[in-house]
């Protein structure tokens, strides 16, 4: 073999050599590229469910306050006019004991309904959580919920917290639901609502002594489990997290985590 042939053939080797590796090179660029978009798609798809699920806790948000709006301005204050024609009424039949006393029966009924007329109203939008923010909410609810049968302990920071009204919200909705299967699905006699600041995170827990629950049975069902899963949910909206610790025949310990620099004003007030 000639000296020429020899050149060309190292020639050619070393093309070959270098189109192999330009070759490789763009494949696996190409393969990055397409990992890279593959991945934005995804957080785009994840941005997009976030998107709608604030949308929709929004909406409902929106529609509770119209709820509670309709029900202080119309349903309570027609209850109110029934009750100054109710005392009108006894005024001009007399004071007959028989007839008094139907009257007074009557006053204590509407009494009633207006104070549970008041109180599904501030349920529905928590007017202490837009003036005081989530610690005096939370008080609120305890004191609310703590009866003869059902005490409600709520431990916090000695430290003031503050956080974004829709962060505000969006932790008392969770304490709201968690107390309320803690008391109307788990019968239990003692509650415990913890709320810790870090500095970027806060954690809410809600312990109780209840019977428990079979988690994945509950989800599994999609109306007994629809309340657990508006909370994984809600804190999808802000990359939170909840850590479920219950079983059947004990107490349940659930635990949120928010931590704060994801945590995205997202405004659920308006």
């Known amino acids: 073999m000639s000296m020429d042939a020899g050149f060309v053939i190292a020639v050619g080797t070393a093309v070959l050599l270098v189109m192999a590796v330009f070759i490789i090179i763009f494949v696996a660029y190409y393969q990055q590229k397409q990992a890279r978009q593959q991945l934005a798609f995804k957080e785009l798809q ?37 009750k100054m024609s109710l005392n009108q009424l006894e005024q001009q039949l007399g004071g007959e004991v028989k007839v008094g006393f139907q009257f007074q029966k009557t006053r204590s ?33 305890a004191d609310r919920a703590t009866d003869n049968e059902t005490e409600i302990q ?11 009204p829709a962060l505000d919200l969006m932790l008392y909705r969770i304490a709201q639901e968690l107390v309320n299967n803690a008391i109307r699905h788990a019968r239990a006699r003692h509650i415990v609502v913890e709320v ?10 809600v312990l109780d002594d209840g019977v428990g629950f079979d988690f994945d049975a509950v989800m599994e069902n999609k109306q007994g489990g629809l309340g657990l899963r508006n909370i994984e949910s809600r804190l999808n909206v802000v990359n939170g997290h909840v850590t479920f610790d219950v079983a059947p025949g004990r107490g349940s310990q659930i635990h949120v985590q928010v931590h704060l620099h994801d945590a995205q004003p997202v405004d659920l007030m308006s």
């Open 196 to 205: 810790f600041n870090f500095e970027k995170e806060i954690r809410l827990s």
């Open 109 to 141: 009924m509407i009494d009633e309904t207006m104070t549970n007329v008041r109180r599904i109203s501030r349920n529905l939008v928590p007017t202490t959580l837009e003036r005081f923010g989530l610690l005096a909410a939370l008080e609120e609810l």
């Open 46 to 82: 994840a941005q997009h469910r976030r998107d709608l699920m604030e949308a929709t806790f929004r909406g409902q948000e929106e529609e509770r306050k119209r709820l509670a709006e309709d029900m202080h301005d119309g349903i309570g204050t027609m209850l109110s006019i029934t």
């Open 154 to 164: 709520l431990i916090y920071p000695e430290v003031e917290t503050h956080f974004t």
